[in-house]
């Protein structure tokens, strides 16, 4: 066959795979924005759940969405930068660093459901926190944390070496270099790592369900030790529970829609800030 | 230790009515609505419901971390004595009835089925309608997931404590049998009566051997010619009484028995 | 002084470091700890025993057999290896129907004792009763003794049925094939999309076109996996069950879409970068040699690039085997061994998640849910460190 038509076939069908898939990811957003604007109102979002959970708004579940988000970032943040800049900044290529990495790759490709069962086994039963924030916080703030190591790696990485070098001219200590001219320059970046697991915990449903979620808890959780409702946990339940599946439909798609919408606000601001920052960074040096 | 202080103190400086209902996914929207009117009545009560089936209720209860064990089913021999070894005394309250409907595709002819055609069904041993008196058509039967009541009243009501075949479709809740059932044309189910619909028809059942058949509703369940009912039940421990006292006499009250009709389930 | 600090903040954030492998280590720890006791956990239901008459010589019964027993597919003594005798299946609960309540005394101390006499009247009982009430050294009675579950009957096991009474069920093999089944066919449909998408991006698209396509690829990854769920439910589900018209819609293949089209992402971008590294010498020597730009890649770009697409791909399995709440919602959750595309499976994860509230702390089928989840844990891990090993070949080529 004449080499330049194969070269065509080849290329269209590279571009209408491309399409293809960017048309999957559109039709699915697209089916929940339709499907779930409509319900969308001040009271859905800052109302308690009525008239067995059809009516009224998801407010706990939006609170309590936020509740594990910042407990999960106050167990992994600090955990994980820490760990990033030990690795990035202490034993940069030696064969720990190279072990740690190892580690947090395969922390990160645990499923799951696996967080889940660690998370009910050490801290609901073992630690009897019971089913509460603090045990969620916990199980999805192990969770993101190779997330967080990894971008901050990352952040710290692209710190030029010629900062440190003329910190340490100067006189400064390691630590000093770290606080005052590594961590500044690195921090959109690290912040947006932050934002990326933030993301991430904010979706998941599978760590949660035998650690804090709650089927229906109208009340706003008043300690760290109360059960709270959780977005991706409420969707789930409303779509496969229920006396009157198709009455909750509406409510359903209500709540995929305000969960992906979070969900993109924070990626796109992640993406935004690295985007905004990199270029500074970039023009820097 | 610090844990205990932390919560106790919290516990007594605000909410005194704070309980959770946890266990069947049958009793969990009444339970939901429930505890909704109740917080509307008594502004300072705080109440947590969650699912999980009835076993984990149960099991919650005998760990503790649950107020009310919402069943429906009655409670295991061995799961009580659990909660004897932990020193604690159970105590039972039917707070309605609930009656399990069969049911089949709307376009599926077959309406009248037998306690042993049923058992046939489930068991695996019968697989195609037209043994049943249908057309050639492939049986698609739907249960429970296992931790549900209803799966194990079902199974000791229906197929007299023999197993479901293997690899029947389980469903995680009643609402999703409903959904695939109505979009099923082969398909059976079992649900509990306040999730019947229109999606889905509901099969007359005969315990005598294919003398009279019942239609499963309010009526015939309430003067007992249906025979697949069992109760709903709150099982809590002698200890919490008093924080339990107040919703369950609400549920038993004539307002709560209301919400209990509204569903769709069989006033006591 | 400043030296100290300097040590301490030092020893802190290596203590920091060691924190995942601390995690992994706990996991393992917590997984193999609380599913240890499974192979030492008897058949039957825990505190529970079985007994025979005396006459009967049967020894030993296996938890297959015992299932059959009560569920009347085997009916006399004869066809396991005993005497001509129809078996009578007894459970705890039908002594109640023997005697009336007050037969058995306050706190049922006379239980045991009428126990005893059932049985013993009964050539052919095979009775299930807790051990607390177990007739010990009443005349006529024999309690048998009991296996434990073998580690064999739980990997190559067929029936996963973990409230069946009085012997539960465990065999996982249905669940391990559900799982590997659909991944695989989700990265099936994964790869040649992904792949084909990713030589666009790498090598077709312009710049501007690129910068759109690339961030709303990422943007796919960051959907919750409830969602693509939810979508497969309401979607996906009905439409699978109409275009092949067949009597259920929760098939392994609509699991296997959603789960191709979550496993895209991952696909796309490692490929794409990848593709990328590829040496521009390598590109401009293969076109000055007379090769159109489609030759190029995939005589030289795409063998380049393939240690990098593996471990792309690789990962991607692994994305899908694990993925929990997609697989709940709708594949089905039959236990049987998946023959073809279209009948419903069970997946591991979605097993633990559908089980674990429900299983008693402690008991046998809590153990038996977290040895699914080591197993899962193991799988997951030894793809992980294939994707490793993979892509650090395509470091070395680099260099």
Redesign the interface.
């Known amino acids: 066959m004449d080499?330049?038509l194969?070269?065509k076939i080849?290329?269209w069908?590279?571009?209408i795979?491309?399409v293809?898939?960017?048309g999957?990811?559109l039709w699915?957003l697209g089916?929940?924005i339709y499907n779930g604007i409509g319900v969308i109102s001040l009271e859905f979002i800052f109302d308690a759940?009525?008239?067995?959970?059809l009516k009224g708004g998801i407010f706990p579940a939006i609170v309590g969405t936020f509740c594990l988000i910042v407990g999960s970032m106050i167990v992994a943040f600090?955990?994980?930068v820490?760990?990033a800049?030990?690795?990035n900044?202490?034993?940069r290529d030696g064969k720990?660093s190279r072990?740690?990495r190892?580690?947090?790759?395969?922390?990160?490709?645990?499923?799951?459901?696996?967080?889940?069962?660690?998370g009910?086994?050490?801290f609901v039963?073992?630690m009897s926190?019971?089913?509460s924030i603090i045990a969620g916080s916990f199980t999805l703030g192990?969770l993101a944390?190779?997330l967080v190591?990894r971008t901050t790696e990352e952040a710290l990485r692209m710190v030029p070496d010629s900062l440190r070098v003329g910190s340490y001219a100067l006189g400064a200590?390691?630590?000093q270099t770290i606080r005052y001219v590594v961590l500044p320059t690195a921090f959109p970046n690290i912040v947006t790592g932050l934002i990326l697991s933030i993301?991430?915990v904010?979706?998941?449903?599978?760590p949660i369900?035998?650690t804090v979620?709650?089927?229906?808890?109208?009340?706003l959780p008043?300690?760290i030790?109360?059960?709270v409702m959780a977005l991706?946990?409420h969707?789930?339940?409303i779509?496969?529970?229920?006396?009157?599946?198709?009455a909750?439909?509406p409510v359903?798609y209500g709540t995929?829609l305000v969960?992906?919408t979070l969900?993109?606000i924070?990626?796109f601001t992640a993406?935004f800030i690295r985007r905004h920052f990199s270029k500074k960074l970039g023009g820097g040096h | 230790m610090k844990?205990l202080l932390?919560?106790s103190i919290?516990v007594a400086a605000?909410?005194l009515t704070a309980q959770?209902i946890k266990g069947s996914?049958t009793v969990?929207?009444l339970?939901?609505?429930e505890?909704?009117t109740f917080?509307k009545v008594n502004k300072n009560a705080?109440?947590?419901?969650?699912?999980g089936g009835s076993g984990v209720g149960l099991s919650a209860l005998i760990e503790g971390?649950t107020d009310i064990a919402q069943s429906s089913r009655k409670i295991k021999f061995d799961e009580k004595k659990k909660l004897e070894e932990k020193g604690a005394k159970v105590k039972e309250i039917i707070i309605a009835f609930d009656a399990l409907a069969v049911v089949v595709n709307p376009k599926n002819k077959v309406s009248n089925l037998t306690r042993e055609q049923l058992e046939g069904i489930f068991t695996g041993k019968i697989t195609n309608w037209k043994e049943v008196g249908g057309e050639d058509l492939k049986i698609v039967a739907y249960s429970r997931e296992t931790s549900s009541g209803t799966y194990e009243f079902f199974k000791e009501e229906v197929l007299k404590k023999k197993d479901y075949m293997p690899g029947i479709m389980s469903?995680?809740?009643?609402?999703?049998i409903?959904?695939s059932i109505g979009q099923t044309p082969g398909a059976i189910g079992y649900i509990?009566l306040?999730?019947l619909?229109a999606?889905v028809k509901a099969i007359h059942v005969s315990y005598d051997n294919g003398k009279t058949f019942v239609e499963p509703s309010v009526k015939t369940a309430k003067d007992e010619t249906y025979p697949i009912v069992r109760p709903l039940i709150y099982y809590y421990v002698d200890k919490s009484e008093a924080t339990v006292k107040p919703f369950i006499d609400y549920v038993l009250s004539a307002a709560g028995q209301k919400i209990v009709s509204d569903?769709?389930f069989i006033t006591k | 002084m400043?030296w100290w600090?300097?040590k301490i903040?030092?020893k802190?954030?290596?203590a920091?470091?060691?924190?995942?492998?601390v995690?992994?280590l706990?996991?393992v720890i917590?997984?193999f700890?609380?599913g240890f006791g499974l192979f030492n956990s008897p058949v039957v239901e825990k505190g529970y025993a079985l007994c025979v008459n005396a006459v009967n010589p049967v020894e030993h019964i296996g938890s297959t057999t015992i299932k059959k027993i009560y569920n009347s597919g085997i009916e006399n003594w004869s066809e396991i290896g005993g005497f001509n005798e129809k078996i009578v299946p007894f459970r705890f609960d039908d002594i109640f129907g023997h005697y009336k309540e007050e037969e058995f005394g306050e706190n049922y101390e006379k239980l045991p004792e009428k126990l005893g006499e059932v049985i013993a009247q009964t050539p052919g009982i095979l009775a299930f009763i807790p051990e607390e009430y177990l007739p010990k050294g009443v005349e006529g009675v024999k309690i048998l003794d009991g296996n434990t579950v073998r580690p064999e009957d739980f990997f190559l096991g067929q029936e996963w049925i973990p409230t069946s009474t009085p012997a539960p069920q465990f065999g996982v093999l249905p669940l391990i094939l559900g799982t590997l089944w659909v991944s695989l066919i989700a990265i099936l449909i994964a790869t040649p999309?992904?792949m084909?998408?990713a030589?666009?991006?790498s090598?077709?698209?312009q710049s501007r076109v690129r910068d759109i396509?690339k961030?709303?690829?990422?943007?796919?990854a960051?959907?919750?996996?409830?969602?693509?769920?939810?979508?497969g439910?309401?979607?996906l589900v009905p439409m699978v069950q109409k275009t092949f018209s067949l009597s259920v819609g929760e098939t392994a293949f609509t699991g296997s879409v959603i789960l191709a089209?979550m496993a895209?992402p991952t696909i796309?971008t490692v490929a794409e970068d990848a593709m990328r590294s590829t040496p521009r010498a390598m590109r401009e020597a293969s076109l000055a040699l007379g090769a159109?730009?489609?030759?190029t890649?995939y005589k030289v770009v795409i063998p380049y690039a393939i240690s990098g697409i593996s471990a792309a791909v690789v990962?991607g399995i692994?994305r899908a085997?694990?993925?929990?709440?997609v697989a709940l919602?709708v594949t089905g959750n039959a236990a049987i061994i998946p023959k073809t595309l279209f009948t419903p499976v069970r997946t591991i994860?979605a097993t633990?998640?559908a089980e674990?509230?429900e299983a008693p702390?402690g008991g046998v089928h809590y153990q038996a849910?977290?040895v699914l989840?080591c197993v899962?844990?193991l799988i997951?891990?030894v793809?992980?460190?294939s994707?490793?090993l993979i892509s650090k070949r395509q470091h070395n080529k680099g260099l």
């Open positions: 080499k330049k194969a070269q080849a290329f069908i590279f571009r795979l491309g293809f898939v960017v999957i990811l699915i089916f929940i759940p009525r008239d067995g959970m600090p955990l994980g820490m760990s800049i030990y690795t900044e202490y034993v720990i072990f740690i190892m580690m947090t790759n395969n922390l990160g490709s645990i499923p799951s459901v696996i967080f889940g069962l660690f009910m086994a050490l039963n073992a926190w019971g089913d192990l944390l190779p190591i200590s390691k630590l993301g991430r904010s979706g998941e449903t599978a369900l035998f979620a709650a089927y229906f808890l109208p009340k008043s300690s030790f109360d059960q991706p946990y969707l789930y339940v779509s496969t529970s229920g006396t009157n599946l198709e909750a439909r359903a995929a969960l992906i969900v993109l924070i990626n993406s | 844990k932390f919560t919290l605000s909410i959770t996914d969990l929207p339970s939901q609505q505890a909704e917080m705080r109440v947590t419901v969650t699912g971390t469903m995680p809740a009643t609402g999703a409903v959904q509990g306040a999730y619909d999606k569903i769709g | 400043r600090i300097e903040v030092e802190i954030f290596a920091s470091g060691m924190i995942t492998t995690v992994i706990l996991i917590f997984l700890k609380e999309l992904g084909g998408v030589i666009y991006l090598e077709l698209a396509l961030p709303t690829v990422e943007l796919l960051g959907i919750p996996s409830v969602v693509y769920g939810f979508f439910l309401v979607v089209i895209l796309i159109t730009h489609w030759q890649i990962l692994g085997i694990g993925e929990t709440m919602m994860p633990i998640a674990l509230g702390h849910l977290f989840g899962l844990f997951t891990l793809i992980s460190i994707a490793e």
